[in-house]
């Protein structure tokens, strides 16, 4: 049963970066597609993009100017950059893989809340 | 960007009723790349259908989704007390991928 678990600050301070990490477990990051979703505070989901294994990247235009993912095949995680945050970007972030080719998602992480704050 | 408009915002229904929720896309969906996801609250959203009418692993098949180019529906035929909870619809066909806003069945 693949597994994904979020880590990293819950607390960033505005102008700041927000870095997460996704670790993959039972089953291999290898020919998947693996995205980062987010979640304001009572509001709907929001793709920010996705990552496959081999390296290659597609963003959300809305955030692409901000937005950095990368993926390390050798520790089986990979990883979410956002610059610059503002109290706009609190949101339980979700790391989340895309079946097949680039399919619809069908494993997620629980999530994680990361407050934007002073 | 493809728009995805959910209505209602809200279905407000009994158990063992019947539920409709509609989706509707501002451009035609490729290759009918449509999804649907549950989320209950402190949850992670979960996967019910796929390429929209395909259900996915373990998922009752009291779920059943229906539609093509703009317009998508998800049916539930009769609603159990688990089924309560907000329901997203998403295209996977076109970037930027997009969500609905969500559309909540409620107990009435």
């Known amino acids: 049963q693949v597994q994904l678990q979020e880590s990293g600050p819950g607390l960033v301070k505005p102008s700041g970066t927000l870095s997460l990490t996704c670790t993959v477990s039972g089953g291999s990051i290898s020919t998947y597609y693996w995205s980062w979703i987010r979640q304001p505070p009572g509001k709907g989901l929001e793709w ?29 995680q990979f990883s979410l950059r956002l610059n610059s945050v503002t109290a706009a970007d609190t949101a339980v972030y979700y790391c989340a893989r895309h079946k097949g080719n680039g399919g619809a998602v069908d494993y997620w992480g629980q999530g994680t809340l990361v407050t934007v704050s002073s | 960007e493809i728009v995805l408009t959910q209505s209602p915002g809200t279905l407000s229904l009994s158990p063992g009723e019947r539920a409709t929720l509609s989706c509707r896309a501002s451009q035609s969906v490729s290759s009918s790349y449509l999804a649907w996801y549950q989320q209950k609250p402190g949850q992670a959203p979960r996967l019910l259908i796929y390429g929209a009418s395909s259900r996915a692993t373990g998922i009752p098949d009291r779920f059943s989704g ?14 159990e007390p688990e089924d309560f909870a907000v329901y997203y ?9 997009t969500f609905g806003q969500g559309t909540k069945v409620e107990i009435k």
């Open chain 2, 66 to 79: 229906s539609g093509s180019g703009t317009d998508f529906t998800l049916t539930i035929s009769r609603l």
């Open chain 2, 89 to 97: 619809c998403q295209q996977y066909g076109n970037s930027p991928l």
């Open chain 1, 48 to 76: 920010i993009g996705y990552i496959y294994y081999s390296g290659s990247t597609n963003y959300n235009p809305s955030l692409k100017s901000r937005v950095t993912i990368s993926v390390d095949t050798s520790k089986n």
